[in-house]
């Protein structure tokens, strides 16, 4: 290829790159977390708010119960979680406020149905934690605080650019790919050795980071998608088809009586079902949708690791409640069609609900990995506009731009990480505590990414860099050191669970790695090379810029 065509591909590689790098360091940081929501759920719940599990078919009075009086519960559909082959006798509902957003989870409310003593309902509300699905927030709309519709377009957009940026890498890299692919070329040159790391890893992932570049753009704009699929190939039918008939639900029962929840089949035949219609299939909840209506059903939902789920929960059988009848296998995971499957592999690339155990810990390696892609190209386009010094020469003043766009990505990705730690450890330490956990996770994880980035442009990057790295790794140590303090001192409210150690040695090894970084950083800012805009040498605030304007005049 010409060299004046590599240029141009470069040039919108390094552009595109620099517009969405920061948003998606955001995006891969908290993705990769969410590859573990369950754990992350389990660690950050009280114990007080867990549930002992029972038999199977115990729960049964619970549910006709609830639902022959809770005419709320009924109407939004009531899960009941099962765990270890056992049902949690608790179910859960949610009630979303009218004209909210499907995402927007803080419009949400949530409620829950327990038997009381004398054999009642007694239905409360049960407001969460919400810390997972703040995370997954961050990740879905790029560190936007709601998943609303605008948001999602401005994810798009960056994707779009994402998907550029990895296009025209791929062009860049084409003409010596055979050449530097492997190599890793170590020494006094940095920034080739930045180049090399941000091209083997960029190379490695390719296939990932495509992936995640297709869906994301979909999921942005899944809503306009479907409206021209709908008008292109089935001529506004298929709206038609989803419409309520007028009149609602309440017109539709005048025709036909209700439904008796007590004729339902117990759970273990429902389960039972769902097992059958998928060998390998393991139900992990029972969702149950208009089951006095005209249409009855139970979706078992669940993991296959011999199949495809469709979702990160897994994937879930239609089950009629009434006579056990399967209705459908859409989304039931090692039993789906092959048009099904197609779709539910698409989703289940981006979400690592496949192949077990050990896809979710690559992805949760991938995410980081991508994240440290985008860091590492910031600080490639700064070094490529450094001005050297001379031998012999005066230091030589570097570029303002670089200089602010080494203290932007400084704040934002290490501001990121630390706010994300913090509010992690929070969630030990806020339930009983607070009343609005939801915006107490927001309000720590902001507070610590806007003083980080202010920090870093008050400071600039040199000097601001490994303070802030320590202050991540404190933050990411919190964690443990919360599980740790509420096992070695229970009143001070905090609390540790042996089944979600995996989270707490996870943040020991995120604390160590991030203070090892902080002090090759801090050897960077003092041995370094004397004009970068990493070394301290060459680092002035706004306050000394002003002296030295001062003293040359």
Request: proline fraction near 6%.
């Amino acid at each position: 290829m010409r060299a004046d065509y590599i240029r141009i591909y470069k040039s919108v590689h390094t552009w595109t790159g620099i517009l969405a790098g920061m948003a998606l360091f955001i995006a891969f940081y908290a993705g990769a977390l969410t590859v573990f929501k369950e754990p992350l759920r389990r660690w950050s719940t009280p114990p007080a708010a867990l549930v002992q599990p029972i038999p199977l078919d115990d729960v049964q009075p619970l549910i006709v119960q609830t639902l022959k009086t809770t005419p709320e519960a009924v109407r939004r559909g009531v899960t009941l979680r099962l765990e270890g082959g056992q049902a949690i006798p608790r179910l859960d509902w949610q009630v979303r406020a009218a004209g909210a957003d499907d995402h927007d989870a803080s419009a949400t409310r949530h409620y829950s149905a327990m038997l009381a003593a004398d054999g009642g309902v007694q239905v409360r509300e049960a407001p969460p934690s919400r810390l997972v699905e703040f995370i997954d927030v961050l990740h879905r709309v790029v560190g936007l605080p709601t998943d609303s519709d605008p948001h999602r377009w401005i994810m798009g957009v960056i994707c779009v650019l994402y998907l550029v940026a990895l296009v025209s890498g791929v062009v860049v890299l084409l003409p010596s790919l055979v050449k530097d692919f492997f190599a890793l070329r170590v020494g006094r040159n940095k920034k080739r050795m930045w180049l090399d790391a941000h091209n083997v890893v960029g190379i490695v992932s390719l296939p990932f980071h495509i992936v995640m570049a297709l869906s994301a753009v979909v999921f942005a704009w899944h809503d306009q998608i479907y409206a021209v699929q709908d008008r292109l190939i089935h001529q506004g039918q298929w709206s038609q088809g989803l419409a309520r008939p007028q009149g609602g639900p309440d017109f539709m029962r005048g025709f036909m009586p209700e439904r008796d929840p007590a004729r339902m089949l117990p759970p273990s035949r429902l389960v039972q079902a769902a097992r059958a219609a998928a060998p390998g299939f393991e139900p992990t909840g029972l969702q149950y949708l208009q089951v006095t209506g005209l249409r009855p059903v139970v979706r078992v939902w669940g993991q296959n690791p011999q199949g495809i789920a469709p979702r990160a929960l897994g994937g879930f059988a239609a089950i009629d409640p009434y006579t056990g009848d399967v209705q459908s296998t859409d989304f039931l995971p090692g039993a789906q069609n092959t048009p099904n499957l197609v779709i539910s592999s698409f989703f289940a690339l981006h979400m690592a609900s496949f192949g077990g155990a050990v896809v979710p810990w690559l992805y949760f390696l991938l995410g980081l990995a991508g994240a440290w892609l985008f860091y590492s190209g910031n600080l490639l386009w700064v070094e490529s506009r450094r001005k050297a010094q001379r031998k012999g020469g005066a230091l030589p003043v570097q570029r303002r731009d670089t200089a602010l766009m080494a203290a932007a990505t400084v704040g934002v990705c290490v501001g990121c990480m630390a706010g994300i730690s913090l509010t992690l450890a929070a969630a030990k330490w806020l339930p009983g505590r607070v009343s609005d956990m939801a915006a107490w996770h927001m309000g720590v994880y902001y507070t610590v990414f806007f003083a980080s980035l202010v920090f870093a442009f008050w400071r600039g990057a040199a000097r601001a860099a490994a303070p802030l790295l320590w202050l991540a790794a404190a933050c990411t140590l919190a964690v443990p050191a919360s599980s740790l303090l509420g096992w070695l001192l229970p009143a001070s409210g905090a609390w540790a669970d042996g089944a979600s150690l995996g989270v707490d040695l996870t943040a020991t090894a995120g604390a160590l790695a991030l203070a090892w970084m902080a002090r090759a950083t801090a050897r960077r800012v003092q041995g370094g090379a004397q004009d970068s805009v990493w070394s301290a040498g060459n680092a002035t605030t706004k306050s000394e810029e002003k002296q030295a304007v001062a003293l040359t005049q």
